[in-house]
C-alpha cells in the first residue's frame, strides 16, 4: 500500500501555503523503498502528461496531490476537477493518502462546501492510517485551537505523540515540550523531557542546534538526569556562537581537564556526524 509522509518543520503553516510544506514529502512504496517525492515527481518514473486510469497507485495519487495543490517541480497549474478525479481513482485503489487530501479540501472549502465537521473526520480517519500529516495537524489544532476546534492540550498531545514514535522531528519536539513545561503539571515530568531531548539528538543529529542550549541546560541543572558540567559544556560548545556566553561561564566552574574533555567530547560529535560548528575552543 503507497505511505506518503512528511518532514514537518513547516507543518504549522499547511492550510495557507501547501507548497512550501510539501517540498519534503516522501513515498514509502512496498516494492521500492523511499523516495523523496520532489525527486519522484522529476524521475523518469513521472510525466503528468501520461497518467492515465492504468497508472500505478503512485501516479495516480502524484497526479492528484499536484492538480491540486500544485507542484513546483513541474510547474503545473492548480486544477481542482482534474484533482478530485485523480484523488478518487486513488482512492479507489485503496491509497489511504487520499484522506488527508480530503481533509484539505472540507477544511479549505476547495470543491466542496468548507465543512470543518466533515475535514475532521477525514483528517482522524488519515491519523488513525498513520499518516504523520494528519497527526502532526491534529496535534497543531488541538494544541493551539482552529477554527470550531477547542483547546484540548490533552488530545493535541496524543497525536502528536503518536507523531514523535515515528521519528517526526516536529512532533517530538512538541513532545518534549509537553514534558518539561513546568505550567502543565498533567504532562510535566523531567525524565521522559531528557529522553526525548536525547531522542532528537540521535535522530535528527543535523538539526542539534536548535536544541543545544536545552540539552545543555538539562546536564548543567540535572534535569531528569544527573548533573554533568562536562556533558553541558559539551552540548554549549556545538551550539556555536549561540552557547559561547554559557561555556566561558561553565569553563570558570570547572578544572582545564574537565574543560578539555568537553571540548573533544564535542570534536569527537562533530566528526562521527559530520557537521561542523563554526567555533573552536582549545
Known amino acids: 500500500m503507497l505511505k506518503t509522509f512528511l518532514k514537518f518543520e513547516l507543518l504549522c503553516v499547511f492550510w495557507l501555503s501547501a507548497n512550501t510544506v510539501f517540498a519534503g514529502m516522501e513515498f514509502y512504496g512496498d516494492d521500492d523503498g523511499v523516495i523523496r517525492f520532489s525527486d519522484y515527481l522529476t524521475s523518469d518514473s513521472f510525466y503528468l502528461s501520461d497518467v492515465t486510469l492504468e497508472s500505478s497507485n503512485k501516479q495516480l495519487y ?5 492538480y491540486l495543490h500544485g507542484c513546483s517541480e513541474i510547474g503545473n497549474d492548480v486544477d481542482v476537477s482534474k484533482a478530485v478525479d485523480y484523488i478518487g481513482y486513488a482512492k479507489e485503489r485503496g491509497v489511504d493518502d487520499v484522506y488527508f487530501d480530503y481533509a ?8 466542496y462546501s468548507k465543512n470543518i465537521s466533515e475535514g475532521m473526520r477525514f483528517l482522524k480517519k488519515s491519523a488513525e492510517k498513520g499518516d504523520v500529516r494528519s497527526l502532526v495537524t491534529l496535534g497543531n489544532f488541538y494544541s493551539d485551537g482552529f477554527r470550531t476546534i477547542t483547546v484540548d492540550r490533552e488530545e493535541g498531545f496524543k497525536w502528536y505523540y503518536i507523531a514523535a514514535e515515528k521519528g517526526v522531528k516536529k512532533a517530538m519536539s512538541k513532545v518534549y515540550y509537553y514534558y518539561s513545561d513546568e505550567s502543565h503539571p ?6 521522559k523531557a531528557f529522553y526525548w531531548a536525547k531522542k532528537i539528538e540521535e535522530v535528527h543529529p543535523d538539526d542539534i542546534g536548535r536544541y543545544t542550549f536545552k540539552l545543555g541546560e538539562i546536564y548543567e541543572k540535572g534535569l531528569g538526569t544527573q548533573k554533568n558540567l562536562i556533558l553541558a559544556t559539551r ?6 556562537s549561540a552557547g559561547s556566553d554559557d561555556v566561558a561561564r561553565l569553563r570558570e566552574k570547572m578544572t582545564e581537564e574537565e574543560f578539555q574533555e568537553a571540548v573533544r567530547l564535542a570534536n569527537e560529535w562533530q566528526a562521527e556526524h559530520r557537521i561542523r560548528v563554526p567555533r573552536y575552543y582549545q
Open 186 to 191: 498533567e504532562t510535566f515530568d523531567l525524565s
Open 235 to 240: 552540548y554549549y560548545i556545538l551550539g556555536g
Open 62 to 66: 502524484a497526479a492528484g496531490f499536484c
Open 104 to 111: 484539505y479540501m472540507y477544511l479549505k472549502g476547495i470543491h
